[in-house]
């Protein structure tokens, strides 16, 4: 089956918006055996909608189409493809009593142009919108125009904005596709998350223990982000599922502990769940990253119960006044030492309470590096009550990713000390 993406919007094509669709529905559709051949992003423009649209329907099964329902003049999608394949628009009483309610409710009132959103193509579907007032339509298209020989197509027009598109797809577009376009054979992909190997050592640790199940139909795949590889696992057909657990329970024996999560995990979240499981409470002390570990971990629900402070210790002074580091090991070792970010993450556990404390110094760049300390210095500390253990990292990447890359560190230095989590935590195939 041919599935194919068109966003519509010219703010994607002045790199304005980010189009985060084509990762949200990317990721859905593959979940349900759909998976996307190709993905076009278009200006709003009726020249452009039309090509794009066109040329999509002599490949795809399915188009989704995003964008361009609203009730502005740059909102184009409705009626251009409407003209294009000669589908006369009719005005729907119940999508306009929904778009009046929708206002009313809101003690709004309702403008004019709004009214436009309730015209319906000839023989569409209407696809209810429960969070704005666009609806969504999807429209059969016979194939004799297109495809030739081949069977019709489905074309599904959706909201822009997130909020109205992701329920839509999620609780109408997926019992649509599901009757009229039933996934040909299952399928069957996830993805397990790693921190601390680059992405050709865990190609190298991995691949030769899954040849056998690759030649058997399994694809194995990598994505490196800064300080993360992830490894994706794919089969399909009726022996799809027995695949991927093998090839699990491989990653598992071959990667140990660099293995921190599966699918959308994030290893801030492990690592608040890890704690909480563990009744373990965290002190944070940073300078180079300037809270970005601590604006990571707070990010995550239920981070409160574990999480106690931190400190943004930028300046020497105050990482005297605050976490106690002595000036003459500031004057001996400098601010970026194994023997400062030993006395910060101490002092920090000591003046919080706080079971064990991470602490973080570094040169993010792009000056202040040296021959002995170049550009990327990082040393991280771990305080607990048995010991204070230091990592000394060279990431000499651009300020941002240093900081991101940092913090990613100290959490998988974290998570490590603390041990694995509880069987099947992370869904494992056990």
């Given amino acids: 089956m041919v599935v194919e993406i068109l966003n519509t919007g010219s703010?994607?094509?002045?790199?304005?918006?980010?189009n985060t669709h084509?990762?949200?529905?990317?990721?859905?559709?593959?979940?349900?055996?759909?998976?996307?051949?190709?993905?076009?992003?278009?200006?709003?423009?009726?020249?452009?909608?039309?090509?794009?649209?066109?040329?999509?329907?002599?490949?795809?099964?399915?188009?989704?189409?995003?964008?361009g329902l609203g009730p502005t003049s740059d909102d184009l999608t409705r009626d251009v493809l409407a003209r294009f394949l000669e589908r006369p628009l009719h005005e729907d009483p119940a999508i306009l009593e929904q778009i009046t309610s929708f206002f009313t409710s809101r003690k709004r009132p309702m403008p004019a142009s709004t009214r436009v959103q309730a015209l319906v193509p000839?023989?569409?579907?209407?696809?209810?919108?429960?969070?704005?007032?666009?609806?969504?339509?999807?429209?059969?298209?016979?194939?004799?125009?297109?495809r030739p020989g081949a069977a019709s197509s489905w074309?599904?027009?959706?909201?822009?904005?997130?909020?109205?598109?992701?329920?839509?797809?999620?609780?109408?577009?997926?019992p649509l596709l599901r009757r009229v376009l039933p996934a040909a054979a299952k399928f069957v992909c996830h993805t397990w998350r790693t921190s601390g190997l680059g992405e050709s050592m865990v190609e190298q640790t991995v691949a030769p223990a899954i040849e056998g199940l690759v030649a058997r139909g399994l694809e194995l795949g990598y994505c490196a982000r800064p300080g993360q590889v992830d490894v994706r696992l794919v089969a399909r057909g009726d022996d799809a599922e027995v695949l991927v657990r093998e090839a699990e329970r491989i990653l598992q024996a071959r990667l140990g502990a660099v293995l921190y999560g599966r699918e959308s995990d994030e290893e801030e979240a492990v690592l608040i769940r890890r704690?909480?499981?563990?009744?373990?409470t965290l002190a944070l002390a940073e300078s180079c990253t300037g809270g970005l570990l601590a604006h990571r971990l707070t990010n995550?629900?239920?981070?409160?119960?574990?999480?106690?402070?931190?400190?943004?210790?930028?300046?020497?002074?105050?990482?005297?006044k605050f976490l106690g580091v002595r000036p003459e090991t500031l004057a001996e070792h400098g601010a970026v030492s194994e023997a400062v970010a030993r006395q910060m993450a101490e002092g920090a556990r000591r003046v919080t309470g706080a079971d064990v404390a991470l602490a973080l110094t570094g040169i993010a760049g792009p000056s202040g590096g040296t021959d002995a300390k170049p550009v990327g210095t990082l040393f991280i500390a771990l305080a607990a009550a048995s010991e204070t253990v230091v990592e000394h990292h060279l990431n000499p990447y651009?300020?941002?990713?240093?900081?991101?890359?940092?913090?990613?560190?100290?959490?998988?230095?974290?998570?490590?000390?603390?041990?694995?989590?509880?069987?099947?935590?992370?869904?494992?195939?056990?």
């Fill in 11 to 18: 703010e994607l094509m002045l790199g304005r918006v980010l």
């Fill in 22 to 67: 084509q990762q949200w529905l990317c990721a859905q559709l593959a979940d349900l055996g759909y998976v996307v051949s190709r993905q076009t992003a278009v200006p709003d423009t009726a020249a452009a909608i039309r090509a794009g649209v066109q040329e999509a329907l002599g490949r795809a099964d399915l188009l989704i189409a995003t964008g």
């Fill in 122 to 146: 000839e023989g569409a579907l209407v696809l209810h919108n429960a969070f704005g007032t666009a609806p969504g339509l999807a429209l059969e298209v016979p194939a004799n125009r297109f």
């Fill in 155 to 174: 074309l599904v027009m959706l909201p822009g904005p997130p909020r109205e598109l992701r329920p839509m797809f999620t609780e109408q577009v997926v």
């Fill in 275 to 280: 704690l909480t499981e563990l009744k373990r």
């Fill in 300 to 320: 995550v629900p239920g981070a409160s119960a574990v999480v106690l402070g931190g400190f943004v210790t930028y300046n020497n002074d105050i990482k005297q």
């Fill in 398 to 430: 651009d300020r941002e990713t240093f900081k991101q890359v940092s913090t990613q560190q100290a959490m998988d230095l974290l998570r490590r000390r603390l041990g694995p989590e509880s069987p099947c935590t992370l869904k494992c195939a056990c």
